[in-house]
């Protein structure tokens, strides 16, 4: 029931169904912006119209030129015939000469040709010399007359290839633009197909997530009752024990203490879900711990590993998958359970009876998280000396308890759990361990203190600040002596 209590769940939930909505609306919103502007859409790109004669050749002919617009004529003009781009003063002085007739194609190309820097160059235009005379001739009083209907066929000819060629590079464009209109269409057709159903998807995920929250707050509120029905038959439940121990004899007295425990057992697994930490977590930081069992003899020639106060079997866990020989005990008959659904060799018991129980000789290693601060100073004193007995020489022993030398934990939350007694302080548990006979006592604090080759870290504060920056919890090491050191 204690799962189902467990709040953090539904929150895990609502969050997670948050999150996904927001995801989807996003992308609606990303496909809406894209749909404002046209800069996704790939357009077909508009051809421009050949205006350029290609520099470089030796010979072109009057044509070439004629059929260019009067302004494209004269800067080809100029970069085929003299090597260069037409000037300001070219421009301004030719082109307004060219449109109104002052001046001819043929007369501007031969003024070219005849000049310094087109002599220079040496290109030829087939039939330029023919041309320029007859253009001449064309100026003259008498003869001018006679010419001028020749004349104005030719500027006619030009002009209307002129404008054939206009006319078809106007139609290419057009064709052109019409192609990209019809890419940029179908481009957006596909663009609002994808939209569509986007904001399909978003819709069906919003009602989707509104249908989750419903059941997550139906949920919620079928676990909050649960919680309210839990909690009144536990009062009930301290009421018949404080009824019984009323009219019960002193006899039944035991029987009803354990009773009154069991009752607690799915408190406490609530308790240490809440302030211990998760599965992973706890793992994940026993594993520092994995160096000094490869260093245990004892361990690594398959000797049995026992967890006291194994609780849900996560150190268990951890040492299976490294191929040691875990057994576990506990007094939480939840915690076994749990233990043992996970397919652990776990025992439901009073450790320091249980070792006592053992014969000699016959562990590998004892080691027990976050116990050692539960128990009263006289069973301290017995766990350590039943744990000597029962290992085998070389064995060790390894006790994690929260570290008082953080004042955080010594002055609040190792009095978070209310079956704490007192905070233990490291030297005062190395000094019991080797009073009771182990050697090599060792203090864990830090990670690289699990290197037994190597001396242990240590505590030598120098200000009040160090006193905040211990680790929250450290571990005693001790090795029961082999035979012909205890001799």
């Not at 046209?38 to 044509?63: C, F, H, M």
């Not at 919680?227 to 006899?251: C, G, V, W």
């Amino acid at each position: 029931m204690s799962k189902l209590a467990d709040e953090t769940s539904i929150d895990a939930i609502l969050a997670r169904v948050r999150a996904e909505t927001a995801k989807d609306i996003k992308a609606v919103a990303s496909e809406a912006g894209r749909r404002q502007g046209l800069s996704a859409i790939p357009l077909v790109p508009v051809p421009q119209a050949a205006d350029a004669i290609a520099p470089g050749k030796k010979r072109y002919t009057i044509e070439e030129f004629s059929a260019l617009d009067d302004e494209d004529f004269l800067r080809n003009a100029y970069r085929v015939i003299l090597g260069r781009e037409i000037d300001g003063v070219g421009l301004g002085t030719r082109l307004p000469a060219l449109r109104s007739g002052q001046t001819t194609v043929v007369r501007v190309l031969f003024s070219l040709s005849r000049s310094a820097e087109g002599r220079a160059r040496g290109v030829k235009i087939r039939g330029l010399l023919p041309a320029a005379v007859f253009d001449r001739a064309a100026t003259l009083p008498v003869i001018g007359r006679i010419i001028e209907p020749f004349q104005r066929l030719v500027v006619r000819s030009t002009t209307q290839r002129r404008l054939a060629n206009l006319s078809v590079r106007q139609f290419d464009t057009i064709d052109n633009v019409n192609a990209a209109l019809a890419a940029i269409r179908k481009n957006q057709l596909a663009l609002d197909q994808r939209i569509a159903l986007s904001e399909q998807a978003a819709e069906a995920t919003r009602l989707r997530a509104e249908e989750i929250a419903d059941i997550a707050a139906h949920s919620l509120a079928e676990m909050r009752s649960t919680r309210i029905e839990i909690a009144d038959q536990r009062a009930a439940m301290s009421q018949l024990i404080a009824n019984a121990r009323k009219n019960l004899p002193a006899a039944a007295q035991e029987q009803i203490d354990a009773i009154e425990n069991a009752s607690l057992d799915s408190l406490y697994v609530a308790f240490e879900n809440r302030f211990r930490g998760s599965t992973d977590e706890i793992t994940r930081r026993s594993e520092r711990y994995l160096p000094i069992f490869r260093a245990t003899p004892p361990v690594v020639a398959g000797g049995v590993v026992l967890d006291i106060g194994c609780g849900r079997g996560e150190f268990l866990s951890l040492l299976k998958k490294h191929n040691f020989l875990p057994r576990g005990i506990d007094l939480n008959a939840a915690m076994v359970a749990e233990a043992r659904a996970r397919g652990h060799d776990v025992v439901e018991g009073d450790a320091i009876a249980w070792l006592e129980a053992q014969p000699d000789n016959s562990l590998a290693a004892i080691a027990g998280f976050h116990i050692v601060e539960h128990i009263p100073f006289k069973s301290l004193v017995r766990l350590i000396d039943s744990a000597r007995r029962a290992l085998t020489p070389g064995g060790i022993i390894l006790f994690e308890t929260p570290n008082p030398e953080n004042l955080v934990v010594g002055a609040c939350t190792f009095h978070y759990d209310p079956t704490h007694l007192r905070p233990l302080p490291p030297d005062y548990l190395r000094f019991i361990a080797e009073a009771r006979g182990f050697a090599d006592a060792r203090i864990i604090r830090k990670d690289e203190d699990t290197n037994l080759a190597e001396p242990e870290s240590g505590f030598a504060p120098t200000e009040i600040n160090d006193w905040f920056r211990q680790p929250p919890d450290y571990a005693l090491y001790a090795r029961k002596p082999l035979e012909n050191e205890a001799n």
